[in-house]
T-cell receptor, first 115, second 112 residues
Framework: GAGVSQTPSNKVTEKGKYVELRCDPI?????LYWYRQSLGQGPEFLIY????????DSGLPNDRFFAVRPEGSVSTLKIQRTERGDSAVYLC?????????????FGPGTRLTVL | QQQVKQSPQSLIVQKGGISIINCAYE??????FPWYQQFPGKGPALLIA?????SEKKEGRFTISFNKSAKQFSLHIMDSQPGDSATYFC???????????FGTGTRLKVLA
C-alpha cells in the first residue's frame, strides 16, 4: 500500500510569511509524528498525535509552530511569521500504534526554505 | 542526558568490507534502539532495532551489537555493497514518550 506522503515536497517562502505543510499517514495508523531535520543533523522530534489530539508537543520550538490533525488522519504543520532559521526538512512519520512496539514509517519530507 | 552521540560522521569502505558505526547514550531509561537508513531525498527507513535485554541482533548482513554496561551500541554492515551508500542514523526511545532521539548521522560511501 501507499506509504506516508507529504506535500509539498519543496516550499520556498519569504521571511515573515505563513506556511502549511501537509502529511498523509499510512491508512489505519493512529499515531503521527512530526520531526525537523536540519542539514547534516538527525531528525529532531516536534510533536506527536495519538488520534486527533496532540499527546506530546514538547518539541515545538516556539508558539509560531502549531500542528493539527482534526479527523485523526491527515495532519498539517503550520508555521507563522517564518524565520530563516526555520529552513529545514520537515519529516512526518506514522505508526500503527504508539510506543516502541510500533515502527515509525517516515515520509519523504518537505524541504522548507525561508529566504 | 537526552543525547545520542554517533560516530564517525562519515565513512568510506571498500566493496565487500565491514562498515561499523557507533552510538553512545547517557539515559539508562532508553529501552529501544532503532537504526534508520536514509537515501538522498527520501525519508529515513527502519533498518534494524534492538532492545537492551539482548546483546546482539542480526538481520541478513546487518548486525546490532549492544553493550548495556558501557551504554553503547553499534551497527555492523557485513559484505558492504555500493547500494548501502546512504546516511545511517541511530536512535533511542523510552517507553511512554514515543519520540525518538536521533544521532547526528553517518554518511557511508561504499566504493565499487
Amino acid at each position: 500500500g501507499a506509504g506516508v506522503s507529504q506535500t509539498p515536497s519543496n516550499k520556498v517562502t519569504e521571511k515573515g510569511k505563513y506556511v502549511e505543510l501537509r502529511c498523509d499517514p499510512i491508512s489505519g495508523h493512529t499515531a503521527l509524528y512530526w520531526y525537523r531535520q536540519s542539514l547534516g543533523q538527525g531528525p529532531e522530534f516536534l510533536i506527536y498525535f495519538q488520534g486527533t489530539g496532540a499527546a506530546d508537543d514538547s518539541g515545538l520550538p516556539n508558539d509560531r509552530f502549531f500542528a493539527v490533525r482534526p479527523e485523526g488522519s491527515v495532519s498539517t504543520l503550520k508555521i507563522q511569521r517564518t524565520e530563516r532559521g526555520d529552513s529545514a526538512v520537515y519529516l512526518c512519520a506514522s505508526s500503527l500504534q504508539a510506543g516502541t512496539n510500533g515502527e515509525q514509517f517516515f515520509g519523504p519530507g518537505t524541504r522548507l526554505t525561508v529566504l | 542526558q537526552q543525547q545520542v552521540k554517533q560516530s564517525p560522521q562519515s565513512l568510506i569502505v571498500q566493496k565487500g568490507g565491514i562498515s561499523i558505526i557507533n552510538c553512545a547514550y547517557e539515559n539508562t531509561a532508553f529501552d529501544y534502539f532503532p537504526w534508520y537508513q536514509q537515501f538522498p531525498g527520501k525519508g529515513p527507513a527502519l533498518l534494524i532495532a534492538i532492545r537492551p535485554d539482548v546483546s546482539e541482533k542480526k538481520e541478513g548482513r546487518f548486525t546490532i551489537s549492544f553493550n548495556k554496561s558501557a551504554k553503547q551500541f553499534s551497527l555492523h554492515i557485513m559484505d558492504s555493497q555500493p547500494g548501502d551508500s546512504a546516511t545511517y542514523f541511530c536512535a533511542a526511545d523510552f517507553s511512554g514518550t514515543y519520540k525518538y532521539i536521533f544521532g547526528t548521522g553517518t554518511r557511508l560511501k561504499v566504493l565499487a
